[in-house]
């Protein structure tokens, strides 16, 4: 499985995920122009664009991703609150599959501050599987065999409310922040209660530019899983 990062925070997510047969986007939050260059102008090989929830770092960009003939995918409550209809529009309720090619694709619920939030766990017929998981303080669901992972780890507990305390970070923002978005601690706990056996990689995504602290959350997920963990969009 190979993963590579368009754009990952809060100016803008977009992920490649291929499995060398299939292609498919994760988020639409990067401008149509900035993925054709990050994909050497082969968005014909992109057969679907799977989108998590309505907030701009997400979807901002749908409109012209259906307008670049990419067919598009969410749950219902997303579309509707993106108020979108478009003939390469499709909706996925939790829990429910769709085939795109060697990709077999399913939504799952998260917690966070929008109409129909949701995660992906993405399979492929060559023996990998993929669990996407942003913008969301808990993981409710526990997946085996997974091999690779995009995992948000946002903000450090600590660090933030230290930030809080000195005044930097306001404390409704910082409130908004931890019950919308997965902590390192968070992470860690979810990470001791998985199915780690089959695991490969972990890519940790949406780290706050203000509140992460991205070095030492490489270190403490590597020491937790023992696998390469990678800071989405820095060469490693």
């Known amino acids: 499985m190979r993963i590579q990062t368009i754009g990952s925070g809060s100016s803008g997510n977009c992920y490649m995920i291929s499995d060398d047969n299939t292609t498919i986007l994760l988020e639409a939050g990067i401008q149509f122009d900035k993925v054709q ?33 990419l067919n ?16 390469r529009l499709f909706t996925l309720n939790y829990k429910q599959t769709t085939r795109i090619g060697s990709l077999v694709v399913m939504p799952y619920e998260t917690q966070h501050d929008v109409a ?17 998981a942003t913008d969301t303080y808990y993981i409710k669901y526990k997946f085996p065999d997974v091999t690779h992972m995009l995992l948000e780890v946002n903000h450090d507990y600590d660090y933030m409310q230290g930030r809080v305390n000195s005044g930097a970070l306001h404390p409704a923002l910082a ?10 601690e968070n992470g860690i706990k979810y990470l ?12 940790l ?29 820095v060469e490693s």
């Open 205 to 233: 995504i949406h780290i706050s530019k203000d509140n992460g602290l991205r070095n030492h959350f490489k270190e403490e997920i590597q020491k937790v899983t023992g696998v390469p963990v990678k800071i989405a969009g």
């Open 72 to 87: 598009c995918w969410m749950t219902p409550g997303t579309k509707d609150a993106l108020n979108l209809n478009h003939h």
């Open 37 to 69: 260059k990050a994909l050497n102008f082969k968005t014909r090989k992109v057969k679907g664009v799977f989108i998590t929830h309505e907030h701009g770092d997400h979807s901002k960009y749908t409109k012209d991703y259906l307008k670049g003939g």
């Open 116 to 132: 129909e939030p949701c995660g992906y766990l993405i399979k492929s017929d060559h023996g990998s599987k993929l669990l996407f």
């Open 175 to 184: 409130n908004r922040i931890m019950k919308s978005h997965l902590n390192l």
């Open 192 to 203: 001791q209660a998985s199915d780690l056996d089959q695991l490969k990689e972990i890519h």
